[in-house]
């Protein structure tokens, strides 16, 4: 189904949407194109003037009821999340606490859209700065955080005044059909959140960017996609935000506790099977305790226990799909071929049941070197590659070393280096010490390659504002 103007409505065909765990088919769905995307633009439009005229504490409200809704049906919202999507239920738990989060905190920020007076050196003279909704906004979100996505969208976009139209994930559009049953359900007004679901994403893609109307385009996905996008956005000038994919480095110093840090990165590599934009990609690890530190991950790692995420014990879900399974094999024998050591995994599960879905082991490789693929390309699975390092010095310059730049993490007790560390990493979000430097409140985004602008707290909202200026002689 898709959702325009406030209503639900079907296309002649559909496509199918499976469970990456069993293979099942989980649901059909409407499959949408052009018409559907011109569709959403026009109520989007027509709402655009009404709704953002409604006081900030009207906004606030639908966003706080979205939210409440949102908490009521977080467990079912939990288990479709795995079924559609194959993450752990505890993740999916998680997951789903992170995107109410949003609503509830763009509910209270909508009613904090400031502008300000500048003094003027001209005495018969006033400034004012006013900030306003930039209108239409056009939203496609990925499959690996199918809901959190989308409420990082439409949390800030209606407490700023926008309206929106939508295209989720082909994987995951049942989630997202969930979410806009309690937009529908809490009373946001008809065509001020609207969805398109599509196996045709170009073609939807292609509509809105194309359409002068829509005033602003957020993109969530890979970096391949969104500079295609960024670059037909330039034709009528739209803003742009672009959330795009990542290369982490997780730097472990010798002055921190290496069997702390192994149980970090074992956290934060494997959560969502390895398939999050943050998921660190080069593990550098100090030579003094690189042992100490292997010997931990690598036996936490072998005992993690792969398998559909309603099981009760289980860690690590399937990927997405049989490409992505192909590709962390083709990474994974790459490094192999060119000298890499395999600690543990190393290859898919087609045993105990999980012949059915996308299952590779959750893997150590060492011995990484720069020719390998893992160390440049996203590997968005199960892998952790582990390289040794003796010296400061050069680290700052082995870890910025690649055109992505969203996330890095160190571990250190020194807190000079610290400093010195976090300030030279050229990477829009650092962890110290820490594997979950996010939350609603926070700035979430990347440099270089990774994307342009933020998602989340106060610069999230900015995004959707437009700063207009009012000279007047009084
Ligand atoms: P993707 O292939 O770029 O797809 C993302 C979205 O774009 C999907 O809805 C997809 O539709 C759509 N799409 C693909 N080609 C399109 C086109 N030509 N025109 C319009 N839309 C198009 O990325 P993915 O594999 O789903 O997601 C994983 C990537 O997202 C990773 O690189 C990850 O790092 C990144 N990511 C970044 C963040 C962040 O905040 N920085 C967060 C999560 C994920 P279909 O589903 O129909 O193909």
Redesign the pocket.
Known sequence: MHYIDGSWIESANTFEVTNPATGETIGQVADGGAVEAAQAVAAANKAFASFAALTAYDRSALLYKAWTLMTERSEDLARLMTAEQGKPLKAARNEVKYAADFLLWYAEEAKRVYGETIPSARANQRFMVMRQPVGVCAA??????PIS?ITRKIGPALAAGCTMVL?????TPLCAIAMFKIFDEVGIPAGVVNMVN??S??E???VWLQDSRVRKFT????????K??ASQAVSNVKRVSM????HAPFIVFDDADPVHAAKGLSLLKFLNTG???ISPNRIYVQRTIAEEFLQTLTTRVAAMQAGEGTTDGVTIGPLVDTASVDKVERQVQDALDKGAKLLTGGQRLNEGGLDKGHFFAPTVLSDITPDMRIHNE?T?GPVAPVIVFDDERDILDKANDTAYG?AAYLYTDDISRAWRIAEGLRFGIIGINDINPTSAAAP???MNE??LGR?GGHVGLDEYLDTKLVGWTV
């Not at 496609?140 to 955080?145: A, D, K, L, Q, S």
């Not at 295209?167 to 994987?171: L, V």
């Not at 959330?243 to 990542?246: R, S, V």
């Open positions: 496609i979100t990925p499959w690996n955080y996505m295209k989720p994930a082909e994987q599509t196996s994403p170009e939807v893609g292609n993109f969530t996905g890979s970096t391949e996609v969104g295609q996008l959330e795009l994919g990542g398939q999050a934009c996203e968005f969203l979430f985004g990347g990774s994307g998602e």
